[in-house]
């Protein structure tokens, strides 16, 4: 049956187009399948002359794509109801369009125009880039941005005057080079696709992955392009299908994606998500080392943090217990104490003498690293341990597993803390290591440090 008033049953809400995978992407070259459809190019209205309202679109796969639907006019072809708020792409545009006209110019991303103007990136993305290889952008919707402003609580005044829009939007963009969907499947699966972006962990994961959708007739096979940040310690925390896929323009390639790329917390922040860090936040809010580390991070204007990368060696609340029981007070003398900001600062690397944010299996025996107390070294001890399972009922050998540990010693060895090796937090800046007890850069008593040097920071 061919588009009409009686196609209204048979084509896919409107409502529901965001989670097609990408074989239903509407055409904008003119062929669908093995048919050519010169004259139905992009997501419209086809019929309006024949008073029929409904949009539809001819899909670029129509044998892999579960929504389609047969067209008897064009052998092969085949189409689908669509959402030109989702759909729309400039149809048939030229491949001289640049990144940034081809954005301008889609009705289905004006909200991602006005932002990438408030962002002074509309040049960016009208150039050839620094190599002169292009870029790729990964293009929110405005489904998708009016759907990550529902989810934040935020409008769209408040999104557009974030100090953090341009951060958010160099999420959205690789440089040194541009890719279609198999090549974006092979760079995202092996190290991940580079963004702009400056933040630790934004290189973009994507993969390709098919399954199956049941039909009245046929189970029908499908791919999406799916993408997720390169997240330090929790892969897939931030997802997103592609809706449209590949588009050429003159200076690269443009993805039409389902969901926004957000960024993940400065390190402080991630800090303060954690329960069992609560007593440390608490720690970092009283002395104000919180506030310094996470101030304009990332910076408005570059999207770089002033302490970047850093590692937070973050005590339990369970060590700051242990700590306020060993001198002789409750946690809030703790908190109370002088030397607090002095012993804060010994728990996170300074990134002029440690240059990237180090991961718990990186913690290697015998390293040490400075931090932003004076520069003061803590040092890396790391220990294999074997410890018996039991016996081989069948061979009567003992069975044995070797178990790492790895603990930190202050300096003069006035204290060390055991790593928890499965405790880690990723920040946009940095990372965040649970540790089992407060590190000590001069001996405390409940009078205070017998010796404390000028702290590194005011």
């Known amino acids: 049956m061919e588009p ?84 729309a792409v400039v149809a048939g545009a030229p491949d001289s369009f640049t990144l940034w006209e081809l954005v301008a110019e889609s009705p289905s991303l004006s909200f991602l125009a006005t932002a990438l103007e408030v962002a002074n990136l509309t040049d960016t993305l009208a150039s050839a880039g620094p190599d002169g290889q292009g870029y790729t952008l990964f293009a929110p919707s405005n489904y998708a941005i009016a759907t990550f402003l529902e989810s934040t609580n935020t409008t769209i005044g408040q999104f557009l005057a974030s100090p953090k829009l341009l951060a958010i939007l160099l999420n959205h963009v690789t440089s040194g080079g541009t890719y279609n969907a198999t090549q974006a499947d092979e760079a995202g699966s092996s190290g991940g696709i580079p963004t702009l972006s400056p933040g630790l962990f934004s ?66 922040t991630a800090v303060g998500n954690e329960p069992r860090l609560s007593t440390f936040t608490q720690a970092l809010n009283v002395s104000g080392i919180g506030q310094l580390l996470s101030e304009d991070c990332p910076d408005p204007e570059t999207a770089i943090c002033k302490y970047s990368p850093i590692t937070a060696f973050a005590p339990t609340n369970d060590a700051f217990d242990q700590l306020a029981s060993d001198l002789g007070v409750d946690v809030e003398g703790l908190l ?40 003061k070294n803590i040092t890396v001890v790391s220990n294999s341990t074997s410890l018996p399972l039991g016996v081989n009922r069948l061979t009567g050998e003992t069975l044995v597993t070797t178990v790492r540990s790895v603990s930190l010693e202050s300096v003069d060895g006035l204290s060390s803390a055991q790593v928890n090796l499965r405790g880690s937090l ?33």
């Open 203 to 268: 290189d973009i994961q994507a993969s390709l992955e098919g399954g199956f959708t049941v039909t009245p007739t046929d189970a029908v096979p499908f791919q999406a392009l799916v993408l997720a940040n390169s997240v330090y310690g929790a892969d897939g925390i931030i997802e997103g299908t592609v809706a449209t896929a590949d588009v050429a323009a003159g200076n690269g390639h443009l993805y039409i994606i389902s969901n926004v790329i957000a960024l993940l917390a400065d390190v402080v």
């Open 336 to 375: 109370a104490l002088p030397e607090l900001s002095d012993i804060l600062l010994y728990h996170f690397t300074d990134p002029s003498l440690v240059t990237s944010p180090i991961a718990p299996e990186q913690l290697v025996s015998d390293t040490t690293l400075g931090t932003l107390y004076e520069g």
């Open 426 to 458: 990723a920040g946009y800046n940095g990372v965040a290591i649970l540790i089992d007890e407060v590190l000590l850069p001069f001996a405390l008593s409940s009078n205070g440090p017998s010796a404390s040097p000028e702290p590194l920071l005011d």
């Open 4 to 87: 009409g008033t009686a196609v209204l049953d048979l084509i896919t809400p409107a409502s529901e187009i965001e989670d097609l995978p990408g074989a239903c992407n509407c055409t904008l070259t003119g062929i669908s399948g093995v048919a050519s459809v010169d004259d139905f190019l992009g997501c419209d209205n086809f019929l309006s002359s024949q008073g029929d309202d409904t949009y539809y679109c001819y899909v670029v796969s129509p044998e892999a794509c579960p929504a389609v639907q047969a067209s008897p006019r064009f052998s092969g072809a085949g189409y689908r109801g669509c959402n030109p708020e989702v759909d």
